[in-house]
Every structure is written in structure tokens, then in C-alpha cells.
């Protein structure tokens, strides 16, 4: 198993990438109640498998970043405080197009969560079965 991360070649990103663009392009502003996860949550909860492969694949270039592995705890925690912060107290706060909403940053967080699963299940099986 190949336990180096492909950053925006990773396949996390390039499938929440296009589920992404599939939700911007198809669903977003639908008035049908239908689809009112994909309006208001959808992008919410890739934040984190979309944007953090790009910081760090930007970190790598800029050598900030000197390995290849997986995501660490603290560089998908920091960007998802940062965001928080920034989404959903000083943006709402500042500009009048966005509101304030405590369920997107719990979203965030659990896109945070499988995405940290997701990118460390190989770890996970290799220390489940190490002798």
C-alpha cells in the first residue's frame, strides 16, 4: 500500500472536488426542498477534503512542508478553527451576504473527521495487524 499522499492528486480530493462542482453547478440555489442538503451543508462538509489537499500541496511548493505523508491532526484542525472563525463569526459579521450558523461548524468538523479516517485508514489497518 502506497502510504504517500498524492495531495491534489489524492483520490478524497479529486472525488469531493467534483461532487463539489457537481453541487455548485446543479443544485445550489434550488428552491426544492428536495435538495436542501446539498444547499445549505453539502459544501460544509468537503470543505476540508477540498481545501486542505490545496494548502498543503501549496505548502509542499513553497518547501514549508518536507514530506509526503497523510494530513496531520493539527493541519486539518487549525484550518477548521480558522474557518470557523472566519465563515461564521468575522464574514457574517462584516459582509451581509452570509449568516451565522453553529451547524456548519459542526458539519465542518465532521467532514474533518471522515476525511482524517478516510486518509489514515491504511495506518489504521497497519497498526491492527503489526505483531
Not at 33 to 52: G, I, M, S, T
Not at 93 to 104: A, E, L, M, Q, R
Not at 115 to 127: L, N, P, Y
Request: proline share 5%; with cysteine; aromatic share 22%.
Amino acid at each position: 500500500m502506497d502510504m504517500k499522499f498524492k495531495y491534489i492528486f489524492d483520490p478524497l480530493f479529486l472525488f469531493s472536488i467534483t461532487l463539489y462542482s457537481i453541487n455548485k453547478c446543479f443544485f445550489s440555489g434550488s428552491e426544492n426542498w428536495n435538495y436542501a442538503f446539498c444547499n445549505y451543508y453539502l459544501n460544509d462538509l468537503l470543505l476540508v477534503p477540498v481545501l486542505v489537499p490545496i494548502i498543503l500541496f501549496l505548502s509542499r511548493i513553497l518547501k514549508f512542508r518536507e514530506y509526503y505523508s497523510y494530513p496531520k491532526y493539527l493541519e486539518i484542525v487549525i484550518p477548521l478553527v480558522i474557518w470557523s472563525v472566519a465563515f461564521e463569526i468575522i464574514g457574517p459579521f462584516y459582509f451581509t451576504k452570509g449568516t451565522s450558523d453553529p451547524i456548519d461548524v459542526l458539519v465542518y468538523c465532521i467532514g474533518g473527521l471522515i476525511s482524517w479516517i478516510i486518509w489514515h485508514q491504511g495506518t489504521f489497518v497497519k497498526s491492527f495487524f503489526r505483531k
